[in-house]
């Protein structure tokens, strides 16, 4: 495995957070949740953020965050799924890191509206109409990856070994390339 910082990205609820933490545990590799890092800074909760700060404010303070963690290497690092809106933060990513989309089709996401409608200050009185649009909006600007992964019927387990074998063959594969270009 090369030593890049391995990114998540994907829309709200799809699970990057929970996938993320469980490929770094397997990689044996610091795991960074952006939200989760935020809210350590405030105390707060992000929904709180977003009503006593504005959204304004969080998406500042997510770009001078992603923007610092992507001159580290060897993390995991989990995403907001609103980050990759910002292209500053769009292009550190795709230019220093391994960015890996994960994909959920909006059938199987509204299944998980339940889990994920409190915490989420976007989805916050969105009608399932909205939230559709919303949705299919934001794909155009996850089609910016390195790696997509299908995880519609995915269990979480099966999405990190998945990856961790993709990163495997991946280094390989470079390794292959190299070896050939040095010839
Ligand atoms: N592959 C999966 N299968 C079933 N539930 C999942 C899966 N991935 C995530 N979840 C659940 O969906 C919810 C949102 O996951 P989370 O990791 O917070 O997503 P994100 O960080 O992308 O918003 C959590 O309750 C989590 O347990
Ligand atoms: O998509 C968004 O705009 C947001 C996604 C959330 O993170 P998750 O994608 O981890 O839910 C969180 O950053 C905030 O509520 C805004
Ligand atoms: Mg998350």
Request: hydrophobic share 40%; with cysteine; aromatic share 8%.
């Amino acid at each position: 495995m090369n030593d890049r910082n391995i990114i998540f990205i994907g829309f709200m609820g799809v699970g990057k957070t929970t996938v993320g933490q469980l490929v770094a545990q397997k990689l044996n590799r610091k795991f960074i949740d952006t939200d989760e890092e935020i809210e350590k800074e405030y105390g707060i909760a992000t929904s709180e953020i977003f009503k006593k700060f504005g959204e304004k404010v969080f998406r500042e303070k997510e770009m001078s965050l992603i923007i610092s963690l992507c001159k580290q290497k060897n993390l995991v690092v989990s995403l907001g799924g609103g980050a990759f809106l910002q292209e500053e933060i769009r292009n550190a990513c795709l230019a220093s890191c391994i960015v890996i989309f994960l994909d959920l089709t909006f059938e199987k996401w509204r299944e998980r509206i339940n889990l994920i409608i409190e915490s989420r200050p976007v989805l916050n009185g969105k009608s399932i109409e909205e939230m559709k649009e919303l949705f299919y909006k934001r794909q155009e600007i996850y089609s910016n990856h390195h790696i997509k992964i299908d995880t519609d019927n995915k269990e979480v387990e099966d999405i990190a070994d998945q990856i961790i074998k993709l990163l495997e063959n991946r280094r390989l594969q470079n390794l292959v390339h190299t070896e050939e270009g040095d010839i």
